[in-house]
């Protein structure tokens, strides 16, 4: 009992050494504007974390806060990337923001992250976020299939070729992961090592960590538990790489998607397609790739049949809309999946889940007491080592999105019955009940058979004669 309550003496208030805010949330839900009034109120700068947002040009298809709304606070990270440059990896994008976070500290100023890009967040929020990108940085994915023809081989068979020198791994993902799948066997070919080598190394390390925490706590009973905070999380034993706060503006999906919707309708208004003309004559005159970098940005994929037809059909042009409209919603739903299950989950994991706010940003009548407010009364007592308060007493959306998770074992399981991979036991559990795994192990009844159709009456009278 004794060491399950040390393990939360990290909640006791102390005045972070090395602060960070870090603002979350899908696309259109007010990110920027936060960030920006923080920033006036705390003497903060602010870090770009949006992977698309480093590109220069491209405001409209991009949706870089314009220049007047930055209210003279410096942003970094923003419109620095030429667009033929190599799309930048995790890892450097890491490496950069770490440099650039140092930067603003030394000046006095408080470093504020911002941005879209989620996996971008997460690299820099954690130590050991990034071990998917180990030993491969250096290399573009044409040289590393160069080197290893294997990685451009088809998906299947990367995956059996996965099975064989990291089985373990090969079950996590589902088969059709690509991406993942690859990097997986990438870390193999590159480092030597097994990936789940690799992931199991860290939870163990993760594991040690409270361990220390909790027996430097019991060992000394007479020093300030501020003193077991400090090593905790903001000294070397942390697996965060900051003392961080972080904000996750939130909108309800009734609301959200009529918004995103209104802004699309806002950038054609503003340009969006004029933009993406100039952007794909640019691409084509330097023969750029255009299967990753800018040229992946929602917007421009999907009105380039519009484009390349002459802008001459009104039918592609609304049909281009359209799907720049639907793209939009999707991608704010993967973005809220990546929040409720892989920031959350992470952060409970590293004994922190305290530290994640809501603030609903539903209704933006509201948005000053609901949103700003609340994060400048937080945010003055992180800063001054005050109590914070239960992140699900914010509001009633708060204490429904917010949760402590628990580990999900993850094993791709496929449903031979329904053609479907479910990824773990709690899918698996949900699918085996489902009607439609039912109904699909329901015998079909050949009725043809049990009850054939009685034979014609032709050549009746011979038979009874």
Request: hydrophobic fraction near 35%; include cysteine.
């Amino acid at each position: 009992m004794l060491r399950r309550e040390l393990r939360w003496l990290h909640m006791a208030p102390v005045r972070p050494m090395n602060p960070l805010i870090a603002v979350v949330g899908t696309t259109g839900t007010g990110k920027s504007q936060l960030a920006v009034s923080l920033a006036e109120r705390f003497n903060g700068e602010i870090i770009n974390g949006d992977a698309l947002q480093i590109y220069k040009g491209l405001p409209i298809t991009t949706n870089k806060i314009p220049i007047e709304e930055r209210k003279g606070i410096p942003h970094h990270l923003l419109g620095c990337v030429e667009l033929d440059e190599e799309p930048w990896t995790v890892r450097k994008f890491r490496d950069r923001a770490s440099k650039t976070i140092g930067e603003i500290r030394s000046r006095g100023k408080l470093p504020i992250l911002v941005g879209g890009t989620h996996y971008y967040t997460q690299s820099l929020l954690f130590k050991d976020a990034i071990v998917e990108q180990q030993g491969v940085d250096h290399l573009t994915e044409e040289e590393q299939g160069q080197k290893w023809p294997i990685l451009d081989a088809s998906t299947e068979e990367l995956l059996e070729e996965l099975r064989k020198v990291d089985p373990m791994m090969a079950r996590y993902w589902h088969p059709t992961d690509r991406r993942k799948i690859r990097r997986s066997l990438e870390i193999w070919l590159t480092t030597g090592r097994r990936a789940s080598e690799i992931y199991d190394h860290q939870q163990r390390q993760l594991r040690n960590v409270r361990d220390i925490d909790i027996d430097r706590a019991t060992e000394e009973p007479t020093k300030s538990s501020d003193n077991v905070h400090e090593r905790s999380v903001t000294g070397q034993y942390s697996p965060l790489s900051y003392d961080t706060l972080i904000f996750w503006t939130h909108v309800k999906k009734y609301m959200l998607n009529p918004r995103l919707s209104k802004r699309v309708d806002g950038m054609v208004s503003d340009g969006l397609l004029e933009e993406v003309q100039s952007t794909y004559s640019l691409l084509q005159e330097k023969c750029m790739n255009q299967s990753a970098g800018i040229s992946i940005a929602i917007g421009f994929k999907e009105l380039l049949p519009y484009i390349i037809d002459g802008n001459n059909s009104e039918s592609l042009k609304q049909e281009g809309i359209e799907r720049v409209k639907i793209a939009t919603r999707q991608y704010a739903k993967q973005q809220g999946r990546w929040i409720r299950l892989r920031l959350q989950q992470a952060l409970s994991a590293a004994d922190v889940s305290h530290r994640l706010f809501l603030l609903d940003a539903t209704d933006l009548s509201r948005w000053s007491q609901n949103v700003e407010e609340k994060a400048m009364e937080i945010t003055t007592a992180f800063l001054g080592g005050g109590a914070l308060p239960d992140p699900k007493s914010l509001s009633a959306t708060a204490k429904e999105m917010l949760f402590t998770t628990e580990k999900i074992t993850r094993a791709a399981r496929h449903c031979d019955v329904c053609g479907k991979t479910l990824m773990n036991h709690e899918q698996w559990a949900l699918h085996v009940q489902s009607k439609g795994h039912k109904k699909a192990l329901t015998p079909k009844v050949d009725w043809q058979a049990l009850y054939p159709r009685s034979r014609p009456n032709v050549g009746r009278g011979e038979d009874e004669k």
